[in-house]
């Protein structure tokens, strides 16, 4: 997505803490949604934020600051299955969802 | 519950010809978008369909089009196949809310040579 920025690639070791940014700048929408998507894989729901705030669940949780054009997903206890790419989308008007270029997280023991 | 089914999940098919995709969505949901996938361009929304409507498009030419049936299923079609139409088409169904998340299919990978 062109409004939606995140990093390319990021490396974190086994049991580590690892925290996805992601900006945009596109501010009406209606929520932010974290995917994880494996390689070859589709893409599964990981988290929605609405209002500002942290979500958590389990080892992942997300955040939003809409004033800020900002969220990130953290995710903890880094399992080598986590090694996937992370995509930041905004939820529109009819079910859209505008995704950035993913962030590919390689965790290494 | 079954989840997000499409067909078939490769497709290998000349410059000039046209595809038919397939989606069923999870039982109960009445909402089905569709998604391009490609390395350089990332997932691109193509359309959403929702009670057999039309909602919301995407920036993609008219070659690109879709429909949805009475039972939800939904299907897209792609005209005039170009190379660059080669791409993971995903689709998606989602039920009450957002909060619920979108469920992808698994894709079909279509290859134009």
């Known amino acids: 997505g062109q409004n939606i920025d995140q990093p390319t690639e990021m490396t974190a070791t086994e049991g580590a803490i690892v925290q996805i940014n992601c900006t945009y700048q596109?501010?009406?929408?209606?929520?932010l949604f974290w995917y994880q998507q494996h390689a070859g894989e589709a893409p599964t729901f990981l988290s929605y934020?609405?209002?500002?705030g942290l979500e958590e669940k389990g080892r992942f949780s997300s955040f939003l600051s809409r004033s800020k054009g900002y969220s990130y997903l953290l995710l903890k206890e880094l399992q080598m299955k986590d090694s996937a790419s992370y995509l930041c989308a905004q939820g529109e008007y009819g079910n859209k969802l505008v995704f950035g270029a993913g962030t590919i997280l390689r965790v290494k023991s | 519950k079954a989840g997000v089914t499409q067909t078939p999940r490769y497709l290998i098919k000349t410059r000039g010809q046209q595809v038919t995709l397939s989606c069923s969505p999870i039982s109960g949901h009445r909402s089905v978008s569709w998604y391009q996938q490609t390395p350089g361009q990332g997932l691109q929304f193509l359309f959403e369909?929702?009670?057999?409507?039309?909602?919301n498009k995407g920036n993609f030419p008219g070659r690109f089009s879709g429909r949805q049936f009475s039972n939800s299923r939904s299907e897209m079609n792609v005209s005039t196949l170009e190379l660059g139409d080669s791409a993971l088409y995903l689709c998606?169904?989602?039920?009450?809310?957002?909060?619920?998340?979108?469920?992808f299919g698994s894709g079909t990978r279509l290859t134009v040579v």
């Open positions: 596109t501010s009406g929408f209606n929520g």
């Open positions: 998606a169904s989602t039920g009450q809310g957002a909060r619920d998340g979108y469920t």
């Open positions: 369909y929702f009670s057999e409507t039309q909602r």
């Open positions: 934020n609405v209002l500002d």
